[in-house]
């Protein structure tokens, strides 16, 4: 886990190149800015304690990825987030996949 000092409020999932200040980008891609990638796996763990995230957003990424991985990413997406937070996924064909689910 992260030191509490320095956990984000807000965490990326699959963001690419992705700066911003109070977020954290897990991203599976090395860069400039992204070091130390972020392996999406069905039995990855996010590193971030529970319950201390105010929003986790994903865009157009969760449809690269096979199914036991995505529900992994939802289910530490679940244990990351505060009571009151947000999970903001954008998706292509959004409605399709919310009639799927």
């Given at each position: 886990m992260?030191?509490?000092w320095f956990e984000p409020k807000h965490v990326n999932l699959g963001g690419g190149v992705f700066v911003a200040l109070g977020w954290?980008?897990?991203?599976a891609v090395a860069s400039h800015v992204?070091?130390?990638?972020?392996?999406?796996t069905p039995d990855c763990v996010f590193p971030f304690s529970d319950k201390s995230v105010e929003t986790v957003y994903s865009s157009h990424a969760l449809e690269h990825l096979d199914q036991p991985t995505v529900d992994r990413l939802l289910q530490e997406t679940y244990r990351i987030l505060k009571p009151e937070g947000r999970l903001i996924l954008k998706l292509p064909d959004f409605d399709r996949t919310l009639e799927c689910w």
């Amino acid at each position: 886990m992260l030191n509490k000092w320095f956990e984000p409020k807000h965490v990326n999932l699959g963001g690419g190149v992705f700066v911003a200040l109070g977020w954290k980008n897990l991203e599976a891609v090395a860069s400039h800015v992204n070091p130390h990638p972020f392996q999406f796996t069905p039995d990855c763990v996010f590193p971030f304690s529970d319950k201390s995230v105010e929003t986790v957003y994903s865009s157009h990424a969760l449809e690269h990825l096979d199914q036991p991985t995505v529900d992994r990413l939802l289910q530490e997406t679940y244990r990351i987030l505060k009571p009151e937070g947000r999970l903001i996924l954008k998706l292509p064909d959004f409605d399709r996949t919310l009639e799927c689910w």
